[in-house]
């Protein structure tokens, strides 16, 4: 009966901490990915060239305006 006390617990503990490790993991990304985000408005200024636009100030503000919006409602 110990035995498999023993090997149910250790069941139990190896799933919270699957759980507890993924939501820890989730959260530390998203606090990350806020703080730093992916991509500034020079990469999308060298994006705009590469692909053979003006990157004019106008629609560098239009890009970037549009991220953050998709970004807070992908957080809601």
């Known amino acids: 009966m110990n035995l498999g006390l023993a090997i149910f617990l250790i069941i139990i503990a190896l799933l919270i901490g699957l759980v507890g490790g993924f939501y820890g993991a989730r959260a530390y ?23 053979g636009q003006k990157p004019s100030a106008k629609k560098l503000n239009q890009v970037m305006n549009m991220m953050k919006h998709q970004q807070q409602r992908n957080n809601k």
Not at 36 to 43: G, H, L, Q, T, W
């Open 29 to 51: 990304m998203k606090k990350y990915f806020q703080d730093n985000p992916p991509i500034s408005e020079d990469m999308i200024a060298a994006m705009m060239a590469q692909m």
